[in-house]
Structures are given as C-alpha cells and as structure tokens.
Nanobody
C-alpha cells in the first residue's frame, strides 16, 4: 500500500522557519512528480510548490515564491519543503502529493494525511 507520511509541522512565530518532510514508500518515487498543497480552514486546497521527478524543475505559488523551497532526495524517497519568513496566512494543513510522471504511472495520484502548520505569535 502506497504511503506518503508528512512531518515537520508545528507552531512557529511570524518570521520563523519550518522544514516539512514527506517520506514515500511502496512505489517508485523517482517516477513521480511531487507537490506540496495546503488547505486553510474554510478555504480550498491550493498548490504551494511542485518539483519534477528528477528535481530539475520547480514551480511555486505566487504567495510563497522567494520564501519557500521545494526539494527532493530520490535516494531517500523524500520530498522537502523549506518554509522561511512564515506569516499567519501560511497557517494551514500541508499535504504531500505524488503524481505519476512516466508511462505506466499516468493517472496515479497519491496523497498523504497532512501535517499542520500554525503561524502565530
């Protein structure tokens, strides 16, 4: 059974930093593009950042560009989200997503259960 397990969330003051991790198992990690999404209370889930399966290309929501960095380690089957200069509007549940990116994986889409991030003084 495919697993995506997020960790690293918590409570941080405005201006602080957190590093989220998502450990993947039971699928070929390097065949999948990876993304981080977030969902704040009462709002729709939104894409925060994505990275191609090789790590060669990344994409960010305008709201986090320049503050957040997505990266991956295919040897460790893990994707990261470094979040700096956090603001209260970054408060949300953060979810890891894997999307098939090679023949044989098209249409496959997996989600983790999320890790909460709260930015408050």
């Amino acid at each position: 059974q495919v697993q995506l397990v997020e960790s690293g969330g918590g409570l941080v003051q405005p201006g602080g930093s957190l590093r989220l991790s998502c450990a993947a198992s039971r699928f070929t990690f390097s065949d999948y593009g990876m993304s981080w999404y977030r969902q704040a209370p009462g709002k729709e889930r939104e894409l925060v950042a994505s990275i191609t399966r090789t790590g060669g290309s990344t994409n960010y929501a305008d709201s986090v560009e320049g503050r957040f960095t997505i990266s991956r380690d295919n040897a460790k089957n893990t994707v990261y989200l470094q979040m700096n200069s956090l603001q209260p509007e970054d408060t949300a549940m953060y979810y890891c997503n894997a999307r098939g990116a090679v023949p044989g994986t098209w249409g496959r889409n997996y989600w983790g259960k999320g890790t909460p991030v709260t930015v408050s003084s």
